[in-house]
């Protein structure tokens, strides 16, 4: 606790602006080659996010864990030239979005991500299936049930939690035995049919 509390001080956002911040967590998505289904609602919701005036009273920005042991703070990342902008520390209401299926980063920072929890800054992570945990001999990964676990074990405790149905948030509750779930709503991730050549 001492160690993120030197570092939070050291490097908390000292940016004026006057807008909270939402922060897209794209730690897994800036590291991969393959676009998976997730990935591509991950890039759509960005879209929806830059265009919709709901959101005006926000900055929208992109951060991800550096890959160091023991991990301090967040990077900011530029999209567009793929390159990091700044190590930092979010701002008391600032909000940090992980929209993509990212076990490894999140299960490896929890410790920073509730230090910060701490610090009134907020969480919010999108479910989209159990499949990991219900059927993981569908996957090559060994221990895919224990991890996807450890990570839910960590997302339940979020400030926000959507599932992609009604289905999924239900499946949820069941296998993990939730008690606290007012915090956990479905939403509806819409589709895009436009044929691209």
């Excluded at 890039?43 to 009273?57: A, D, G, R």
Aim: aromatic content about 18%; proline content about 4%.
């Amino acid at each position: 606790e001492n160690f993120f509390f030197f570092f939070f001080e050291e490097n908390l956002d000292q940016n004026q602006r006057k807008n909270r911040t939402i922060y897209i967590d794209v730690s897994l998505y800036r590291a991969i080659d393959k676009i998976t289904g997730i990935q591509r609602v991950l890039t759509n919701l960005i879209k929806e996010f830059k265009k919709s005036s709901k959101y005006k009273n926000f900055h929208l920005s992109y951060c991800y864990f550096p890959s160091v042991e023991p991990n301090p703070c967040l990077a900011e990342y530029n999209l567009q030239s793929k390159r990091t902008t700044r190590y930092f520390m979010p701002r008391k209401d600032d909000l940090i979005f992980f929209l993509d299926f990212d076990t490894h980063n999140i299960n490896k920072n929890k410790d920073l991500i509730f230090f910060l929890q701490t610090k009134k800054v907020k969480f919010a992570a999108i479910v989209y299936d159990l499949l990991p945990y219900t059927n993981p001999e569908w996957f090559p990964v060994t221990y895919y049930k224990k991890v996807y676990f450890k990570w839910f074990n960590i997302i339940k405790k979020l400030d926000y939690v959507f599932t992609i149905s009604e289905t999924v948030k239900l499946k949820l509750i069941k296998n993990f035995r939730l008690r606290k779930t007012n915090h956990i709503n479905p939403i509806m991730l819409g589709a895009n049919f436009k044929k691209k050549r």
